[in-house]
Nanobody, 114 residues
């Protein structure tokens, strides 16, 4: 199982980024996926989740209305579109699949700063 995140970077407050998570090594379309983040000195926290067929998506309150999670099961890719970014969104963002005890990607750094 391999999860590879990309799309992070430095952006000013109010800006946007779109993260991608490319997956391999498992039956991608059968599994619920999630985006998590970890800010310096803080615990890793859930950001959003999406069911296997995209029938349900859930967001933590701090990103509702700003972030959109989606997936393309034909391409084995999950996305996180982030708008109206705030300084508090600065973190390493990880994708996660709860398969065989769980797998994480290596993360992609998102820095929101003026």
């Amino acid at each position: 199982v391999q999860l590879v995140e990309s799309g992070g970077g430095l952006v000013k407050p109010g800006g946007s980024l779109k993260l991608s998570c490319i997956a391999s090594g498992f039956s991608f379309g059968d599994w619920m996926l999630g985006w998590y983040r970890q800010a310096p000195g803080k615990e890793r926290e859930l950001v959003a989740e999406i069911t296997s067929n995209s029938g349900r998506v859930d967001y933590e309150d701090f990103v509702k209305g700003r972030f959109t999670i989606s997936r393309d099961n034909d391409k084995n890719v999950m996305y996180l579109e982030m708008n109206s970014l705030e300084v508090e969104d600065t973190a390493v963002y990880f994708c996660y699949v709860n398969l065989h005890g769980g797998y994480w990607g290596q993360g992609t750094q998102v820095t929101v700063s003026s």
